[in-house]
């Protein structure tokens, strides 16, 4: 069966400061993986995704993640971080298509401290 | 790009009551929804796989009688909170999904607070 960790469940930072939140994943075949961000009281908002191809994928909001393969992991960056980053990031695995459901992470709580 | 809109975005009720939820895919055809479930500061657990013009999948331990599912067309699905009581109190996403095996990730609705009093 899939899984998702995410094995940080808080993380704070000052604004301006890099960002790396961690994921490992477990999938029996070549995965899809997304990473998206939630908003208090909102829904998800895609961040980025890896299907195939180049393994560091660029995202929106000057986000980025790398696929490593032998190290099952799929860990979300950015080199300067702003206030408005704070929020709740999800990785999530799935098979192929976006029909097909996801196995989310438990989450990663991000305070910017200003 | 992809939009789903869901809507209430927040309900409260009373103990007993049935409430409706609605997730719209504005532009584009979803043959695939998804209802999930968020408890406070906790990951989002699937309830449910909706397709359209078929009956729901329920994942295990989830009461399809209590939560009824219809996806009528390729742009609506519903979630019926039937005789809702205050342990059904959550946050409650759907997406949607082309249902196709293309490289398109599934889109979010901005969720339904649902408060049961």
Redesign the interface.
């Known amino acids: 069966a899939q899984s998702v960790t995410q094995p940080d469940i808080h993380i704070t930072v000052s604004e301006g400061a890099s960002l790396e939140l961690r994921c490992n994943y477990s999938y029996g075949a070549t995965p ?1 993986l ?1 990473w ?1 961000v939630q908003s208090p ?6 961040l980025l ?1 890896y ?1 195939s191809g180049d393994t560091l994928v660029q995202g929106i909001k000057g986000f980025e993640a790398e696929f490593k393969r032998s190290q099952s992991s799929f860990n979300l960056r950015k080199p300067s971080v702003h206030w408005s980053d704070a929020a709740e990031y ?1 990785c999530a695995v799935g098979p ?7 196995t ?4 990663t ?1 991000l305070k910017v401290e200003l | 790009g992809a939009v789903v809109s869901q809507h209430p975005s927040w309900v409260i009720c009373k103990s007993g009551t049935s409430v409706k939820i609605e997730c719209r895919s504005l532009d584009f055809q979803a043959t695939t929804m998804f209802w999930y479930r968020q408890f406070p500061k906790q990951s989002l657990m699937l309830m449910a796989t909706s397709n359209e013009g078929s009956k729901a999948t329920y994942e295990q331990g989830v009461e399809k009688d209590k939560f009824l599912i219809n996806h009528a067309s390729l742009t609506l699905s519903t979630l019926t909170v039937t005789s809702a009581h205050p342990e059904d109190s959550s946050f409650y996403i759907c997406s949607a999904g082309t249902g196709d095996n293309s490289n398109q990730p599934q889109h979010f609705g901005d969720g339904t607070r649902l408060s049961i009093l």
């Open positions: 899809y997304f998206y009281g909102q829904g998800l908002q895609l995704k299907f999800f192929t298509g976006g029909g097909n459901k996801l989310f992470g438990t989450g709580q």
